[in-house]
């Protein structure tokens, strides 16, 4: 069964230092992957995603995310971490089997704390 | 452009007692779905729906929950009789297009959190 697995359940980095949120996804195909950040008392919204070409997408607010097929991974990065970054982060991926097209499996969730 | 609308934003209820949702996708988006994330969990998906037509509800618990999107715009999901174990966030998504447009995004709206006493 489709799955997506984000191992670090909390991550703490100081502002403007790099970040990395790790991961792993487990799909028969060509998966279709999303990154999906939510701050309190909002909703998700959607960071990036990918569904083929280039394994280097260019999401908002500075994120990027590399697709790597060999570790089935999906790592969001970002160079240069604001305060505002702050939230909880979700990777997520299509689940197009089973006649449940569109269907998104998501994480368990990174929740990201940014020191001053 | 006007997001995806929920309301309640919360909602305290006890065991036993009804309590319903409301969702206003995306104007023009066709596909509407309603997502459960548990307190430390990704959002699992309850039910989906292309235009006015349930198309995937095989995780919705069928005995006590219900859901409806007349005239194939607004939803409502519906939980009676509530159990403690209902408390989560219930999140509701719109995306543009119909099923096997698999490349949609969905649009997340800001969620109703519902605690059951």
């Known amino acids: 069964a489709q799955s997506v697995t984000q191992p670090d359940i909390h991550i703490t980095v100081s502002e403007g230092a790099s970040l990395e949120l790790r991961c792993n996804y487990s799909y028969g195909a060509t998966p279709y992957l999303f990154w999906y950040v939510q701050s309190p008392g909002q909703g998700l919204q959607l960071l990036l995603k990918y569904f083929s070409g280039d394994t280097l997408v260019q999401g908002i607010k500075g994120f990027e995310a590399e697709f790597k097929r060999s570790q089935s991974s999906f790592n969001l990065r970002k160079p240069s971490v604001h305060w505002s970054d702050a939230a909880e982060y979700f990777c997520a991926v299509a689940d197009l089997y089973g006649g449940a097209t569109n269907k998104l499996i998501f994480g368990t969730g990174t929740l990201l704390a940014v020191q001053p | 452009e006007a997001g995806v609308v929920q309301s309640p934003r919360y909602k305290i209820i006890e065991k036993k007692q009804p309590v319903a949702f409301w969702c206003n996708p995306i104007s023009g988006h066709n596909t509407l779905y309603w997502y459960r994330q548990n307190l430390g969990q990704g959002p699992e998906l309850l039910i989906r729906?292309?235009?006015?037509?349930?198309?995937?509800d095989s995780q919705l618990p069928k005995d006590r929950f219900s859901a409806e999107r007349l005239k194939g715009v607004d939803s409502t999901l519906k939980i009676q009789p509530a159990e403690l174990g209902d408390s989560a966030v219930y999140l509701c998504a719109s995306s543009p297009g119909i099923a096997g447009m698999s490349t949609d995004t969905q649009y997340f709206g800001p969620g109703t959190r519902l605690t059951v006493l």
């Open positions: 729906y292309e235009n006015e037509e349930a198309v995937d």
